[in-house]
C-alpha cells in the first residue's frame, strides 16, 4: 500500500513540474470530465487524499477553497502542508489497521461502514484516476503527459 502511495506523489510532483510551462489561462480552463480545470483537479486529488486521512483517523476535517490556492505554487504549498501529516499516517500503516472500521455519515442520516483498508485503497484509486484525466487533457493541448509507469521509478527499492 505504501508503495502506491509514494508512486502518486512521485507521478503528482511530476505534474506539479510539467504545470510550471502552462500558462495561467490553461491551468484554469474548465474542462470536460473530472472537477474542471487541470489546477482544480490537483487541488481536488490534495484535498481528498488529506480528508480522507483524517477521517478515519476520527480527526475533524475542513474544506479548503479553490478560489484561494489559483495557482501552482498555492497548491504546491497547500500540498507540501497536508503532505506531512498524510506521510506519516501513509508511512506507519500496518495489516493490524486494514480493518479497522470506519463509519461514514451520509447526507440523508445514514451510515456507511468500511474498513480503512477500503478507504485506503479508494484514496489511492481516486488519485490515478484524475491523473489519467489530466493525461487526456495534456494530450488535447498538444503536450506529452507524465508517464504513468511504475516500471523504472526505483519505487521497489523504497
Same mark, same amino acid.
Given at each position: 500500500?505504501?508503495?502506491?502511495?509514494?508512486?502518486?506523489?512521485?507521478?503528482?510532483?511530476?505534474?506539479?513540474?510539467?504545470?510550471?510551462?502552462?500558462?495561467?489561462?490553461?491551468?484554469?480552463?474548465?474542462?470536460?470530465?473530472?472537477?474542471?480545470?487541470?489546477?482544480?483537479?490537483?487541488?481536488? /486529488?490534495?484535498? #481528498?487524499?488529506?480528508?480522507?486521512? !483524517?477521517?478515519?483517523?476520527?480527526? *475533524?476535517? %475542513?474544506?479548503? &477553497?479553490? $478560489?484561494?490556492?489559483?495557482? /501552482?505554487?498555492? #497548491?504546491?504549498?497547500?500540498?507540501? !502542508?497536508?503532505?506531512?501529516?498524510? *506521510?506519516? %499516517?501513509?508511512? &506507519?500503516? $500496518?495489516?493490524?489497521?486494514?480493518?479497522?472500521?470506519?463509519?461514514?455519515?451520509?447526507?440523508?442520516?445514514?451510515?456507511?461502514?468500511?474498513?480503512?483498508?477500503?478507504?485506503?485503497?479508494?484514496?489511492?484509486?481516486?488519485?490515478?484516476?484524475?491523473?489519467?484525466?489530466?493525461?487526456?487533457?495534456?494530450?488535447?493541448?498538444?503536450?506529452?503527459?507524465?508517464?504513468?509507469?511504475?516500471?523504472?521509478?526505483?519505487?521497489?527499492?523504497?
Amino acid at each position: 500500500m505504501q508503495l502506491l502511495f509514494h508512486y502518486n506523489w512521485l507521478i503528482r510532483d511530476e505534474w506539479y513540474s510539467w504545470c510550471e510551462d502552462l500558462t495561467e489561462e490553461e491551468l484554469l480552463k474548465n474542462r470536460t470530465g473530472g472537477v474542471g480545470s487541470i489546477l482544480q483537479t490537483l487541488f481536488h /486529488i490534495v484535498d #481528498v487524499e488529506w480528508s480522507w486521512i !483524517r477521517l478515519i483517523q476520527g480527526k *475533524e476535517d %475542513f474544506q479548503e &477553497n479553490f $478560489d484561494d490556492y489559483k495557482s /501552482i505554487s498555492k #497548491v504546491r504549498e497547500l500540498d507540501a !502542508r497536508f503532505h506531512k501529516e498524510v *506521510e506519516e %499516517f501513509v508511512n &506507519n500503516w $500496518d495489516e493490524n489497521m486494514e480493518s479497522n472500521k470506519f463509519y461514514d455519515l451520509q447526507s440523508d442520516g445514514s451510515h456507511l461502514t468500511d474498513t480503512w483498508g477500503e478507504v485506503m485503497r479508494h484514496i489511492i484509486a481516486h488519485e490515478i484516476h484524475h491523473i489519467g484525466q489530466l493525461s487526456v487533457w495534456a494530450r488535447e493541448i498538444g503536450k506529452k503527459p507524465i508517464s504513468a509507469n511504475f516500471i523504472g521509478r526505483g519505487l521497489g527499492t523504497h
